[in-house]
């Protein structure tokens, strides 16, 4: 599925990709180098390069279509499972591709978790949805300690802790999404990748996603797609700009929100793109 | 103030738009006809009941039956005047048994193959096939179970062991009709769960068959336990192939004692199911005054009431999951 094309490719892509915001001062966590995904033939991530730093929040903008979603299912092989679909480069986890012929998609989902636009919990006991992804990894400690701490991580500890035997699907939307994080939080993964998490939900639901996601960068790496400007300034590390496919500028975010080299980033973080 | 009230009229002074339906009389006509034929099916239903409620009448009125005996003897022999339901009913709680044995396991193992791991190509080849399956009349089967099974048994298991009727090959072989009916109506189950559980699961780093066994099963229990249900009612139903290769006359048993010995649910002997009694008591030629024709009403008002019991089952089992699922 992958083909060793990088030496081919110049590595050094079209858009600006600042020193800093390639380099910075972290180790990487992932290392995105000249991706492209196509489904049947479409090009819908035409050869990104992007480095995602350990322990920081990394926002990917742009508008809608531009493969956003696409670009982060392949940090963890989520688009495997989408039938008709090609990955061209590599992703390198802790400086192994994990496109390599002898990785199992498996084993990197489970370091590289995932939380979805929807909320998705498994219509099982609110226990059960954290306890799940756990269990099917071997996780042979505590259960129950383990369920409370990653409830209390996602912030949802006080709320459900006197049901946690009513279904997942009894939650409020926003609930539910915490359910969903907590349940990432369970397998202890190493990073999380967040697609419009708080998309469905109200502001103050919205406001606690936020928090909670500045809480978990002590711990983890996170890279979060949003539609929100104001998120991706408020919470965010790195910014990443995608426009129809192809990476536009990608910077501290501090710079792409006050500073931002590229007359298209400027355009589409005032609202101005067409 | 009728004057007023006219002007409000719509259409009356032409600006208003014409609100009045042009096709009321269709709607209402094609509401008719839908209502006869909801009450045509309920109709047959009712009548089926009161036939089969007064001939029963009929025969529990007789001097020589009991209501007591029919439920508690273990011998069902009209001509000298026993009738004693239960050799019938373990016959064919004997051969339902063996058919959901065979068609539970391999059609869900199908369906969970067909939903989750089929390509789009494999699956336009082997759904026809199942299908193929269900439509081959269950005369077929009999013969398939009395000519092809049967012989097997007996192979493996000894000439000496297993009758040439017997309700172990007839059941196994019921359990093949079954088998499309179950993978079908379970495999929509599973289909039906939404792709975010699955994705959900991968996303945990489940492995696919973590994900289809742990996530999509339970996901679609409510649909593939009616799924089970039917199909039982469907066995407890079936005639032809156990009036094939079931046997031709009541397993009776002398005692309570016998019945629930091993003799009593002995696969490899030969036992009339009940609806392979009535099968056969109804081609004879009886007349229709004797106790023997009317002992075959109580027998279906018995087959009535149990598929009746196993509907109540699965709506309710599928109640509860629902709530619990959804
Ligand atoms: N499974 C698929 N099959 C075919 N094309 C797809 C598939 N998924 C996405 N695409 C296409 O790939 C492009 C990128 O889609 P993607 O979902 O990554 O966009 P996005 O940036 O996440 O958009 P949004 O902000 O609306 O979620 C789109 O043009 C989309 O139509
Ligand atoms: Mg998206």
Redesign the pocket.
């Known amino acids: 599925m992958v083909a060793n094309k990088t030496a081919e490719r110049p590595l050094t892509a079209k858009p600006v990709v600042s020193e800093r915001a390639s380099s910075g001062t972290g180790n990487l966590a992932l290392d995105a180098r000249d991706v492209h995904v196509f ?2 033939d ?1 090009e ?2 035409k050869g990104i390069s992007l480095p995602v730093h350990e322990k920081e929040i990394t926002a990917l903008i ?10 982060l299912r392949c940090f963890n092989r989520m688009n495997d499972v ?1 039938s ?2 090609r990955i061209e480069g590599q992703i390198l986890y802790k400086g192994q591709d994990i496109y390599a012929s002898q990785v199992d998609p498996v084993a990197v989902r489970r370091r590289i978790g995932m939380v979805f ?1 929807k909320a998705n919990p498994f219509p099982k006991s609110i226990y059960k949805n954290v306890a799940w992804g756990a269990k099917i990894n071997g996780f042979k400690g505590d259960m129950d300690a383990l369920v409370e701490k990653s409830l209390r991580q996602a912030a949802l500890w006080d709320e459900v802790k006197d049901k946690l035997h009513q279904s997942g699907l009894s939650l409020s939307g926003g609930q539910q999404q915490r359910l969903c994080i907590a349940r990432t939080l369970a397998i202890e993964p190493d990073v999380i990748l967040m ?2 998490p708080a998309s469905a939900l109200d502001p103050i639901a919205t406001s606690k996603i936020e928090e909670l996601m500045l809480e978990l960068k002590e711990n983890y790496t996170i890279v979060v ?1 949003t ?1 929100n400007m104001q998120q991706a300034a408020r919470v965010s590390d790195r910014t990443a700009l ?1 426009w129809l ?1 192809e990476l536009v500028e990608y910077n501290d975010t501090q710079t792409i929100f006050t500073n931002p080299s590229q007359q298209k980033t400027e355009d589409y973080i005032t609202g101005r793109h067409g | 103030m009728s004057q007023i009230s006219q002007k409000n009229t719509p259409g009356q002074d032409g600006l208003l738009p014409d609100l009045s339906g042009r096709s009321s009389v269709f709607e209402r006509v094609i509401g008719i006809v839908l209502l006869l034929c909801g009450v045509i099916s309920i109709l047959t239903t009712i009548s089926i009941v009161v036939v089969l409620v007064r001939e029963a009448y009929l025969f529990f009125g007789a001097p020589e039956v009991t209501v007591r005996e029919f439920f508690t003897g273990t011998t069902w022999q009209p001509a000298i005047g026993k009738f004693g339901i239960w050799p019938l009913v373990n016959a064919t709680l004997l051969t339902s048994f063996a058919a959901m044995v065979v068609a539970l396991p391999l059609g869900i193992s199908a369906a969970i193959y067909l939903s989750e791991y089929a390509s789009d190509r494999t699956r336009s080849i082997i759904k026809p096939i199942l299908e193929v399956l269900a439509g081959v009349p269950t005369v077929v089967y009999g013969y398939f179970a009395l000519t092809f099974m049967t012989p097997l048994l007996r192979t493996i298991f000894g000439k000496g062991n297993v009758d040439i009727f017997n309700t172990g090959s007839a059941g196994i072989v019921m359990g093949f009709m079954i088998l499309p009916m179950i993978s079908s109506i379970s495999e929509d189950a599973l289909r039906a769960v939404p792709d975010s559980l699955r994705s959900a699961a991968y996303g945990l780093g489940a492995t696919k068959f973590e994900t289809a066994v742990r996530v999509v099963v339970p996901a679609a229990l409510s649909g593939i336990m009616a799924a089970f249900i039917l199909g039982l009612s469907r066995a407890v139903g079936e005639t032809m192939i156990v009036a094939v290769a079931a046997g031709a006359g009541p397993n009776n048993f002398d005692s309570w004692g016998e019945a629930f010995s091993a003799e009593g649910f002995n696969f490899f002997k030969a036992a009339e199911t009940m609806t392979g009694h009535i099968a056969r008591i109804s081609q004879g030629d009886i007349s229709y005054a004797s106790l023997d024709y009317s002992s075959i009403f109580s027998i279906g008002l018995m087959l009535f009431v149990i598929t009746l019991i196993l509907n109540i089952i699965s709506r309710s089992i599928v109640n509860r999951l629902r709530e619990q699922y959804e």
């Open positions: 489904y049947g479409f819908a991530v742009g508008p809608s279509g531009c493969g956003k979603s696409t670009l989408v008709g679909v636009q697609d419009e797609v539609h995608l496919g």
